[in-house]
């Protein structure tokens, strides 16, 4: 199976380019892998989505959505595209708006969604805020599941851990929390002077990697010993750091 290969061409503008010498000449909102590899979704600064099936090399779909660029994630049918209030469905290119069936008065103070992640099952979908809230939904008919704080800041990006008990949070601030789903609270391992834009677990949920801005060092955490390493030229360089997790 060829597939995409996803080049980062500097400054703000990271380019994809297809074997069929087809690119996106701009920076993209959203880009997921569905649950089998083999669909690429990608959305695009000027609202433009596409799908890429990398098993038959084509397009299945590209259409330009309105003109709201904002973070979509595949639904687990891999049929439906969601960015948190509504379900686009790429087949039949309807949009079906989430009708909660309660919606908290907690949400009222936590602003605009700015960042989407499902869970590792799918079955919950997670949408961190501009006021550092995470809403978490199911994500076929938006009724609400669970309600968590972690700050004020505007969460760019968030991540499930390993069997969907925490939930990573890269913040505006620079700041980096893991919120325990099963007591609700939060805990903050790191701090950085800059913003940060992406955060995500291994697939053993015991190292979380994160970056942000040009002056942010990328990082990657061991979540057994909570030990904070700078990634410079492919090699580990322990820092030095004070952090206290209870377990």
């Given at each position: 199976m060829?597939?995409?290969l ?45 799908v ?13 959505t ?7 994630t ?63 939904i199911d ?53 950085n ?47 030095e ?7």
């Amino acid at each position: 199976m060829k597939a995409p290969l996803v080049l980062n061409a500097g400054g703000n503008d990271p380019l994809v380019y297809f074997e069929s010498g087809n690119y996106y000449p701009e920076g993209f909102v959203s880009l997921e892998w569905n649950r089998t590899g083999t669909l690429l979704l990608a959305y695009s600064l000027s609202s433009r989505l596409t799908v890429y099936n990398s098993q038959t090399e084509a397009f299945i779909y590209d259409y330009i959505t309105g003109n709201n660029p904002v973070r979509l994630t595949w639904i687990d049918d891999d049929t439906h595209i969601s960015n948190g209030t509504t379900l686009f469905n790429i087949k039949s290119n309807t949009y079906d708006l989430l009708r909660p069936n309660v919606i908290p008065e907690a949400w009222g103070s936590c602003g605009g969604t700015s960042a989407i992640a499902n869970s590792t099952d799918r079955q919950e979908l997670a949408l961190g805020t501009t006021n550092g809230c995470v809403i978490v939904i199911d994500p076929m008919s938006g009724d609400h599941l669970a309600f968590y704080k972690a700050g004020g800041e505007t969460i760019r990006d968030l991540d499930w851990g390993r069997n969907d008990l925490q939930i990573a949070t890269a913040n505006e601030n620079g700041q980096v929390n893991i919120i325990n789903t099963q007591t609700s609270g939060f805990v903050t391992i790191d701090r950085n002077q800059n913003e940060l834009f992406a955060i995500d677990w291994d697939a053993s949920g015991t190292q979380l990697a994160f970056g942000g801005e040009a002056d942010t060092e990328d990082t990657l955490v061991s979540m057994n010993s909570i030990e904070l390493h700078q990634i410079m030229s492919g090699s580990l360089v322990p820092l030095e750091i004070k952090i206290t997790v209870e377990p």
